[in-house]
């Protein structure tokens, strides 16, 4: 056995973190837990996922980038991390591609990525 794989057993708790279902181009918060001195603190960072990567849960990351003060800031979460507090899905986008690092030449209204129109019923429920 390697030592990768090794070191996965060893850092496992047996919990698996449990995310609602996103993939690149969905807008999504994450509310990630930082520790200041002997204070900790949740800071949200709202941003589109032009990311997913890794199979396995333990080598699973994905990049969430968002324009702040027109400056373009990337982050990247490691899914199994135990800092994340969170992660909602604001809106899913559409786009046709995995990997969406064209949107990092791109700025304004060219940089927006179309929201997938979801179909509800809204027939009343049968008594």
Known sequence: MDLIKIAEQAFDNGKVATFPEFKAGDTITVTYRIKEGDKE????????????????????????RKVSGGIGVER?????????????????????????FYLRNLSGKKARIKEKKMVVDARPAAE
Do not use: C, H, W
């Open 41 to 64: 603190r949740l800071q949200k960072f709202r941003g589109v996922v032009i990311q997913m990567r890794g199979a396995d849960p333990y080598t699973k990351t994905f990049t969430v």
């Open 76 to 100: 990247i979460f490691p899914y199994q991390s135990p800092f994340i507090d969170s992660v909602e899905v604001n809106k899913v986008g559409k786009v046709r591609r995995a990997r969406i």
